[in-house]
């Protein structure tokens, strides 16, 4: 019998690059995850070199190359947002089986910067394959991008559930809160940015529309990114500078690629990936004490919560209503940093949602850094969960503070 | 005809063929697994539902419902003159989905438009080789 591998590895820091946001002078993909790797091992101690294994969406192999290091346990999985989940999942299972004792699970993406550049410094990423199903059947009609798709779903959860697009608003709202306590995050206020700062709902609505029912407000920001997160057995968990934060389970799933496959538009894979995640760690819904989930648009953040147990079926909005999921709230706080709406996205932005966990498990949350007063919770429980793709795929970690 | 001045698909010759031959003839043809006589798009060489191999194909009604739709407020190359254009998935009466840019419909009213309304096929020549399917409400 295989062992249920809940709690033989941890995460033992977290860290940026040394630059987030707006990066006005330009970066690169490579920077962002050099500078975030480089972070992250100075903050736990130890040098790249005691690497055993690294991961990273499309790039692990070339960062061991440029590293010069030779890691034996390599992940290169790429599915968008949820890869770093998915990897932190993998790099566990690995740990368990005794191949490898610590871990790098790494983000750089310039988001921002790739439009100055010119698409150079993003990893190579060239024209999609013509022959591709995507490419034949969705891209001839007009789309483009994220928001294009997703606001089909928002379309049918008002649909099927009666939602509003002031239920949806809400989330901004209470999001872009969180992002007033966090001043690295880019609408932190009106000083790091000319819409930062609070946001009223009507503020939501008045916004222009990208991609009908979704407004700008409802949509990610696109910015540069660095970040990584050590995973290391449980064994040495404690040896490092910094506390370890608990891998207590972990799921992914995934129900689609192409929107076309998409289902049920109002529900996600991360109904089975947050199953698979609270049965390993012998917990439920009902026990987490802070969510962090992907919010590319405040539909993915509602659906997600629905899917993951936090609100009951169609009334995803609820775990913000009233904004009590933000600072002080009566429920449980969602995306401390600001999230993807107001904090930073450069595209794939589960690490975010790592970082910021680990810091909120760790007690970190408020480092004189990435957060000021009100922004650290109590929370010992979280639940993350990225989402990639066009809600196509998805990780969900349950991650519990050490004792 | 005007240059069609939008992406144009480049049919996959191997997979996806007679979907595009029967586009030219102004018909919507789809596959169809002979095993468990279920119809899926986009074209497999596999069903996706029982994994059968033996697909045929045949001519569909052109037929089918609004799923889901959105009103694309942004967009690039010729699109771009287009906007705000409506975009929708398809339930087809066989059975799965299609998407497509809706006719018939005015973005500027997305309120008006409702899921569930029937819409018929329509093909427009896109070049010598593609005739492009869109979906267009019954006036």
Sequence with gaps: MPSNPSMSAAIVGAAESNKIGYIEEGTTNNILFIEAIKNVCDQVGIRPSDIEGIAAPNAANFLAEYLGIHPKWIDTTSVGGCSFQMQVHHAMAAINAGIIDIAV????????????????????????????????????????????????????????????????????????????????????????????????????????????????????????????????????????????????????????????????????????????????????????????????????????????????????????????????????????????????????????????????????????????????????????????GSLSVTGTLVLVADD | MADYNKPIPDPDPYTTGPFWDGAKQGKLVLPRCTDCNRAHFYPRIICPFCHSTAIEWFEASGEGWIHTFAVQHRAFGGWADEVPFVTAYIDLKEGDRMFTVLRGVDGNKPEEIKIGTPVKVEFEKASDEVHIPFWRVAG
């Design chain 1, 105 to 388: 699970v790494a983000h750089g993406e310039s988001g921002y910067s790739a439009r100055k550049n010119r698409g150079r410094g993003r990893g190579g990423r060239g024209a999609g394959d013509p022959w591709a199903p995507s490419s034949m059947f969705d891209e001839p009609y007009g789309t483009s991008g994220a928001p294009s798709n997703y606001s089909h779903a928002m379309t049918r959860h008002m649909h099927r559930w009666g939602s509003t697009k002031e239920d949806f608003a809400q989330i901004a709202v209470t999001t872009r809160d969180w992002a007033t306590l966090n001043p690295r995050a880019v609408m932190h206020s009106r000083e790091t940015h000319p819409a930062g700062g609070p946001v009223t709902i009507q503020d939501v609505l008045d916004s222009r529309l990208i991609s009908w029912p979704l407004n700008l407000l409802d949509c990610c920001l696109v910015t540069d990114h660095g970040g990584a997160v050590i995973v290391a057995s449980a064994e040495r968990a404690r040896s490092f500078r910094t506390p370890p934060v608990w891998i207590a389970g972990a799921g992914e799933n995934i129900s689609h690629s192409s929107m076309l496959e998409m289902g049920d538009f109002t529900a996600t894979s991360a109904y089975a990936s947050g199953h698979a995640a609270y049965r390993m760690a012998g917990m439920g819904p009902s026990e987490m004490e802070l969510a962090m989930i992907y919010d590319s648009f405040t539909v993915t953040a509602a659906i997600t919560a629905e899917m993951l147990g936090l609100t009951p079926r169609g009334e995803g909005p609820s775990l913000w209503e009233g904004g009590k999921a933000g600072p002080g709230g009566a429920g449980i706080p969602v995306n401390t940093n600001g999230g993807g709406l107001s904090f930073s996205h450069s595209g794939m932005y589960g690490m975010m949602l790592l970082v910021e966990a680990y810091r909120q498990l760790s007690g970190t949350a408020e480092d004189g850094v990435h957060g000021i007063e009100g922004k650290q919770t109590s929370a010992k429980t979280a639940v993350v969960n990225g989402t990639g």
